[in-house]
């Protein structure tokens, strides 16, 4: 039984052109799904209806636990919600970030320093992986990180914008 001799006749069935098709770009999909962060204004603004934050300030809806009002301008301070917003943007899916990241694989910093007078400081807002802590990447905060933080909730999508692009040159 079944020597192999090949004297067996084989058809080929044809396959609806549409349906290779249709596998062919799903594939495809697959294969380039998560490659790029992907930024939607419209699920932050969800987000913000949903939990009644439209009109609340930053500060006012992420506590920090560790800190005072007055520690609020301090720039690693203000990552600190700026992060917060981060992880709340990923959450929420107004970011969304290539797999297998998530947001607590990207740190957000902030250094600063004197102008070449001695009184103003700039503001350097960066973020890297967690794992290449020397890849970084710059964003621009609107409004800046000060006023960041009295800003409420329905402005802060350019911000959410910017370090989506920012990570965009990362991953």
Not at 35 to 55: A, L
Not at 109 to 135: F, W
Not at 137 to 142: G, I
């Amino acid at each position: 039984m079944g020597a192999g001799k090949g004297k067996a006749r084989r058809t080929q069935t044809l396959t609806d052109p549409g349906s290779i098709l249709k596998r062919t770009l799903a594939k495809a999909a697959e294969t380039n799904a998560g490659t790029t962060v992907k930024v939607n204004v419209d699920k932050w603004s969800e987000f913000v209806h949903d939990k009644g934050i439209r009109e609340l300030q930053v500060e006012e809806y992420y506590k920090l636990e560790n800190y005072d009002e007055s520690q609020y301008r301090d720039h690693d301070v203000q990552m600190e919600f700026v992060t917060k917003i981060f992880a709340d943007a990923v959450a929420a899916g107004a970011i969304t970030l290539p797999k297998p990241y998530k947001a607590k694989d990207f740190k957000l910093k902030a250094t600063s320093r004197e102008n070449a007078y001695g009184d103003l400081k700039a503001v350097k807002a960066t973020v890297c992986l967690k794992s290449n802590p020397e890849k970084v990447a710059k964003f621009k905060s609107t409004a800046g990180f000060a006023y960041h933080l009295i800003t409420p909730f329905r402005y802060v999508e350019e911000t959410i914008a910017n370090i989506a692009a920012a990570i965009e040159e990362l991953v």
